[in-house]
């Protein structure tokens, strides 16, 4: 890997909430160190670069100029098409002419968290700003879907190093999302599946089923509805998961996951 051109890389925020951002801050196989200065070359993150307003504008456009076809874009958080796009502007200039002028002469776009790749919170109803994922805006260029609210940093690293061994994006599924991560459901790789298999259901937090780790399906587990890799990579140096933690997942990682696993809930 050595021997390889660092991949440029560019990560732009729109609608997030920046937790995206805090994900890969914590990351441990590499960690973040290892990732900006060894796998790739960042050239732009408003969140963690030292630069701010027109110095930060000038690294960004220096970057794209200069590796013209040759850098990635990393777009988090959705991006609001309501009104002309007036909802979210950086520098003067609305989140989707961004986006499509910084895409433009990118050679690929990775989407990470659920709000770049399918409009994630923003979009959750009544969606006031028309907020979408990336995948709706840029059609000319390989998008990959790394959805999670957060991402996992571990399958961001994974698909960049992949990137830069073969030249190309992972296969992934027909929501763009690459199969060596989300290509199992949650349900199947789960530790508590014996459970439910054996129709041991926690019913109430705390209960006995609770404290002794049956399944949550019947707490409004999504696992069986949730491609995602969280049992086998997990989170937090691979110390845990929210099923493991003792709460159901509420499937982060696919479309209007808000919408339909938790706010029609509440209702
Ligand atoms: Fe924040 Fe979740 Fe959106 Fe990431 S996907 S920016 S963690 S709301
Ligand atoms: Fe499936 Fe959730 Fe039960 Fe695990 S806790 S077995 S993912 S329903
Ligand atoms: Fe999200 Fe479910 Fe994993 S809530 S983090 S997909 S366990």
């Not at 840029?138 to 399958?155: F, Q, R, S, W, Y």
């Amino acid at each position: 890997m050595e021997k390889k051109q660092k991949p440029v890389v560019v990560w732009l925020e729109y609608q997030d909430c920046a937790g995206c951002s805090e994900s890969i801050l914590r990351a441990s196989k590499p960690t973040i160190g290892q990732i900006v200065l060894d796998v790739v070359s960042l050239e732009y993150h408003e969140t963690i670069m030292a630069a701010a307003g027109h110095q930060a504008e000038k690294s960004l456009h220096d970057a794209i100029k200069n590796y013209k076809g040759k850098y990635l874009v990393v777009v988090e958080g959705a991006i609001p098409l309501k009104d002309g796009g007036v909802y979210c502007t950086i520098g003067g200039k609305s989140a989707v002419d961004l986006i499509k002028e910084i895409c433009k002469d990118a050679m690929a776009v990775i989407a990470v968290g659920n709000c770049a790749c399918f409009g994630g919170v923003p979009a959750a109803k009544p969606n006031p700003t028309g907020a979408v994922g990336v995948m709706d805006i840029i059609k000319d260029k390989p998008v990959i879907n790394l959805p999670g609210c957060p991402l996992n940093v571990e399958n961001f690293t994974a698909t960049v190093v992949y990137f830069l061994t073969f030249g190309k994006l992972p296969a992934v599924d027909k929501l763009k999302r690459p199969l060596f991560a989300y290509g199992k459901l949650i349900h199947d790789n789960c530790e508590r599946r014996g459970h439910f298999d054996a129709s041991e259901y926690v019913k109430a937090w705390g209960d006995k089923g609770h404290r002794q780790g049956w399944c949550l399906f019947q707490m409004g587990c999504k696992g069986p509805f949730t491609n995602h890799n969280c049992p086998t990579i997990r989170w937090n140096e691979g110390v845990s998961w929210p099923v493991m933690a003792g709460h159901p997942c509420i499937g982060c990682s696919e479309p209007k996951f808000w919408d339909n696993n938790l706010y029609a809930e509440a209702e």
